[in-house]
């Protein structure tokens, strides 16, 4: 397999003289003019030059160039270096608007250009705290937020602290937009006029197409008590408080970042994810487009086409015309788009990944939830046997861009993340938050040869070895005391899944207070002779979310905690036994306490940050390395890597929100060095109105590259 080669010796770059654009807005003094210049080199494609304030240079930050001259609006992304100098790289033919966003600052006025200008901007510092703090990631504000002190709990619902913020974090309200935008942070007039403002949070958790989501998670709280502190939160903002820290400029290597924004689907559309590549060879679909899914806003999966800058759509198809759509479920009056139902989705389409050949799987809803005869008890079919099903509420649809035809699959088992098998052949999915409590697969090869959808398909339950003799037997169910004389089947839903390049196991997580993950080994006949391990973080730790396996089998995770957390099952003294039902292995988890600030009245060690997924780069395709971590830092609009047992923060300024479900990498040309690789990701916020921009905003795809400095071509 041809594997990225990466250098991050920075060259030197050839001195030259800086020409300066006199732009309207940004003419300099005669006297800012005289003063020599760093040099910089720009080419026909590139936009290059330097950032000055009345102080100086200005150091790490972002200079963004904006064109909609290309047939989707395209976004380029680089920050200055410590003399505040920049090179935007590889632009399209067009005009673009270009300006000057960083901590400290207000945006500049935009100048107008081409590629191939050398440009001097002027940076505009804010004029007072409150302008300041406009261009904070949401973490700043959320951070703010008055949360119940230990000395409070248990409550009705909640027992303790960690399990309040498990539900307010990435366990249940910020699994789907962040708190702390701009349109959470405040509470729209359009709403209507109530006599406080626990009763105006009240009404917005009712407004829009997740009416049925945030009711639903409201009251898992004490609500009460809860709707007051957002409340008063609100309040406390519109008063005029401000962020008690301070976000730090992009620094050290975290300045060689490129990123590229591409819109694609609709306003008001959101994505849930996107793929570009095979997760076994990032050289597969190499400069080809990307596929992204809609879930519950829209049948439409977004296509990309980088090369072309060209956005375009394909209509994912149903089974069964009776399929449930979300239009159906509860809908309340949104202050950004009024009475609209703005959803319509049959398929509600969460996760896409694409096999060797370039092909994309999802897991889709094709028909009505019920199941068939065939996977219900009295079946035949081998699963079925063992553990049979009534019903899912998505299952497996597959299209090929070639043929630009789809498959249809109806599994017996829910259908939410999925993850290919080293050989292709078995493709795995989890269940999501709920459902029966399966690992389910597909035999790919077997469906390809047959088209029998009915014996190509398995499932097992979740089975801990408690017995202790390495396989499994006779077990008790999860309502029962574990007997040490048999196994124990435990009632688990995994969110994430992956397949370790190590041993080919399964992991997952579970998503709970504290939560797990799953470790399962499916055996020669893996309805009858899968065996789980089920591990618990260890407090501080809790909350699992997405996470991945890295080369060595260690398996990484993102917690609601504020932490990422290692797994390295090779340091466990237990692995089964009465014993090994979750709390057995403290000794294998390694946590990294994430960027930006905790919130005031959490005394534990962690962030408030709200992490959604971890994945791993076995490739080096963003060039840190083979087997780095990358966690998505939600909260922080941003993603992070760890290198050398520390984060490095990569930030996507604008529009400031950036909220990533995931990543994947991929090369594009293994002998270009940077520019023949990147890591892949979209804006996965539910609200892209929340954001700057309103509604006037589409999700963007987003490109990062790693280059050996900020001024490399």
């Given amino acids: 397999m041809l594997l990225r080669k990466y250098t991050t010796q920075a060259r030197l770059l050839a001195p030259v003289f800086l020409t300066v654009l006199a732009t309207a807005g940004h003419s300099l003094s005669a006297s800012a003019q005289q003063r020599s210049a760093p040099a910089v080199t720009v080419g026909s494609n590139d936009l290059g030059g330097v950032v000055r304030s009345a102080s100086g240079p200005e150091s790490g930050v972002w200079v963004i160039a904006e064109t909609t001259s290309t047939p989707t609006r395209y976004t380029k992304i680089v920050v200055t270096d410590d003399r505040g100098r920049f090179l935007i790289p590889d632009l399209p033919k067009g005009s673009y608007n270009v300006w000057v966003r960083g901590y400290g600052l207000v945006d500049s006025a935009k100048v107008q250009t081409m590629p191939g200008k050398t440009l001097q901007l002027n940076a505009v510092p804010a004029p007072t705290p409150t302008d300041a703090a406009q261009y904070y990631p949401p973490i700043y504000w959320f951070s703010m ?25 990435s366990g249940a309200c910020q699994s789907c937009h962040a708190l702390g935008t701009p349109g959470t942070r405040t509470v729209s007039k359009r709403l209507g006029a109530f006599k406080d403002s626990s009763e105006a949070w009240a009404e917005r958790l009712q407004a829009g197409s997740a009416n049925m989501f945030m009711v639903r998670d409201i009251t898992r709280l004490d609500t009460v008590k809860a709707l007051e502190l957002f409340g008063n939160w609100t309040d406390a903002i519109a008063a005029g408080e401000l962020p008690f820290s301070k976000p730090q400029r992009p620094q050290g290597i975290s300045r060689n970042v490129v990123i590229t924004e591409w819109e694609w689907s609709e306003p008001t559309a959101y994505l849930h994810d996107e793929i570009s590549t095979d997760r076994w060879n990032p050289n597969v679909n190499a400069n080809g487009k990307i596929y992204a899914s809609a879930e ?12 072309a800058s060209a956005d375009s759509e394909v209509k994912i198809p149903v089974r069964d015309p ?30 896409p990944m694409m096999d060797d050949k370039g092909r994309i799987w999802m897991t889709s809803q094709i028909r009505p939830n019920a199941n068939p005869d065939w996977c219900k008890a009295g079946s035949s079919q081998a699963s079925a046997k063992e553990f049979p099903i009534t019903d899912s509420n998505r299952n497996i649809e597959m ?35 709920a459902g029966p409590g399966v690992l389910g697969w597909l035999d790919v090869k077997k469906f390809e040869e047959t088209g029998d959808e009915m014996q190509s398909q398995g499932w097992t339950p979740f089975v801990l070895d408690t017995s202790g003799d390495g396989k499994r037997g006779e077990y008790v169910d999860p309502d029962k005391p574990v007997d040490p004389t048999k196994d124990k089947r435990i009632a688990v839903n995994e969110y994430a899944v992956a397949v370790s390049p190590a041993d080919d196991s399964v992991w997952g997580t579970v998503i709970g207070y504290p939560g797990s993950i799953v470790r399962t080994v499916l055996g020669p006949n893996p309805a009858e002779t899968a065996l789980s391990e089920n591990y618990e973080p260890p407090f501080p730790a809790y909350g ?9 089998g260690v398996y990484w995770v993102a917690l609601s905690s504020g932490h990422l957390a290692s797994f390295d099952r090779r340091k466990c003294k237990v692995l089964n036994g009465p014993t090994a039902t979750g709390k057995h292995c403290p000794e294998g988890w390694t946590l990294y306490q994430l960027p930006g600030p905790q919130l005031r009245d959490v005394k534990d060690p962690g962030s ?12 080096n395709t963003f060039g840190l390395g083979k087997n780095v971590p990358i966690v998505m830092g939600n909260l922080n609009s941003s993603v992070m890597a760890l290198v050398n047992g520390k984060l490095i923060d990569f930030t996507v300024p604008y529009p400031m929100g950036f909220f990533p479900k995931n990543v994947d990498g991929r090369v594009d ?26 509604t006037a905003n589409r999700p963007r795809a987003v490109k990062l590259q790693l280059r050996p400095d900020p001024l490399a071509h």
Avoid at 324 to 351: A, D, E, K, L, M
Avoid at 608 to 617: L, R
Avoid at 669 to 693: I, N, Q, V
Wanted: aromatic share 14%; with cysteine; hydrophobic share 30%.
């Fill in 669 to 694: 040309d293994p002998t270009m060095g940077w520019k023949g690789a990147a890591l892949w990701s979209t804006y996965g916020t539910r609200t892209m109105f929340h954001l700057e921009g309103g």
């Fill in 544 to 552: 699992p979310r997405g996470g991945d396996v890295d080369t060595d």
């Fill in 608 to 619: 408030a940050e709200a992490s959604y997924y971890v994945w791993v780069d076995w490739f």
């Fill in 399 to 433: 299209y090929d861009p070639a043929s630009k035809k789809f498959t249809l699959i109806s599994t017996c088992f829910p259908t939410h993340h999925l993850a290919f098998s080293r050989d292709h052949n078995t493709l795995f999915f989890s269940g999501g938050v």
């Fill in 296 to 307: 519950d806003s829209t049948d439409y999966m977004p296509v990309l086409d980088p090369a």
């Fill in 145 to 169: 937020l008055r949360v119940p002190g230990k000395d409070q709990f248990p409550m009705e619902h909640i027992k303790s602290q960690g399990e309040w913020l498990n539900i307010v974090k």
């Fill in 322 to 351: 009776s399929t449930p759509n979300v239009t159906t479920r509860p809908h309340g009056f949104s202050p950004s788009w009024g009475s609209n139902t703005i959803w319509n989705s049959q398929t509600i389409t969460h996760n």
